[in-house]
């Protein structure tokens, strides 16, 4: 019984750490989330489907620093229609942190022009991870 019960915990632990695991990027290795490089993540942010370009963002997201090869059409992907996109990019950004400062002046954009007021306080937080000095005076 308790092989059993090891080899569940084993099959479990296996299962929550394989699914976004960030390669050592000095080694020259594309960061992994899901299984899938971070390339095809990239990829789609432009897929026809909201729900394949916000699982994209969520698992971006999920790599942090890592996915900072991302954050060109991560801010592309800022002014995506459905707002189900734009949150998880806004989540991704302030993830990748100081990384993402390029993406600083359209966060600060949407904190005051995004009609969702979600997305537009999840804009200020990304800033407050990327560079909370851009916040001063607000």
């Not at 019984?1 to 632990?13: D, F, N, Q, W």
């Amino acid at each position: 019984m308790l092989a059993r019960a090891l080899g569940a915990l084993t099959l479990i632990l296996a299962l929550t750490t394989g699914g976004a695991s960030a390669q050592n990027a000095a080694g020259g290795k594309e960061p992994v989330a899901g299984g899938r490089p971070l390339s095809e993540l990239i990829a789609d942010l432009k897929a026809a489907a909201p729900a394949t370009r916000n699982a994209a963002a969520y698992e971006i997201a999920g790599l942090g620093p890592a996915a900072k090869p991302a954050v060109p059409a991560l801010i592309e992907a800022l002014d995506d229609p459905d707002a189900a996109v734009r949150f998880p990019v806004t989540v991704a950004l302030g993830e990748i942190g100081p990384e993402a400062a390029p993406a600083v002046p359209r966060l600060k954009q949407m904190m005051f022009e995004e009609i969702n007021d979600e997305i537009a306080a999840a804009a200020r937080r990304a800033i407050r991870h990327i560079q909370p000095s851009a916040l001063a005076g607000e």
